[in-house]
Nanobody, 115 residues
Framework: QVQLVESGGGLVQAGDSLRLTCTLS????????MNWYRQAPGKQRELVAQ???????NYPDSVKGRFTISRDNAKNTVYLRMNILKPEDTGVYYC?????????WGQGTQVTVSS
């Protein structure tokens, strides 16, 4: 079993920045994909950033140019840098990693953006 511990959420104003951190209890290099999802109240969980083991990144249009996913293999950590935050970015943000036969989730961290 792999543990994912997220941190960095909080209450910010529109236009501010935050950096979320997800630290794994095992080597990050054993996974094919590292993802950040978010879930707003009353809505389905949605993918907001993806980083493959090959270094390819993917973002939905709603966050493209504002969010950046990255990793530090030495620290077994995945980051999500969020700039120019908007009220619609509010939600619980979840870290996710998956491999060929594995899929693990963090407990989530709340991000609230006030207008």
């Amino acid at each position: 079993q792999v543990q994912l511990v997220e941190s960095g959420g909080g209450l910010v104003q529109a236009g501010d920045s935050l950096r979320l951190t997800c630290t794994l209890s095992r080597s990050i290099s054993s996974f094919n994909e590292m993802n950040w999802y978010r879930q707003a109240p009353g809505k389905q969980r949605e993918l907001v950033a993806q980083l493959t083991s090959g270094g390819v990144t993917n973002y939905p249009d709603s966050v493209k140019g504002r969010f950046t996913i990255s990793r530090d293999n030495a620290k077994n950590t995945v980051y999500l840098r969020m700039n120019i935050l908007k009220p619609e970015d509010t939600g619980v943000y979840y870290c996710n990693v998956n491999g060929l036969f594995s899929n693990y989730w963090g407990q989530g961290t709340q991000v609230t953006v006030s207008s």
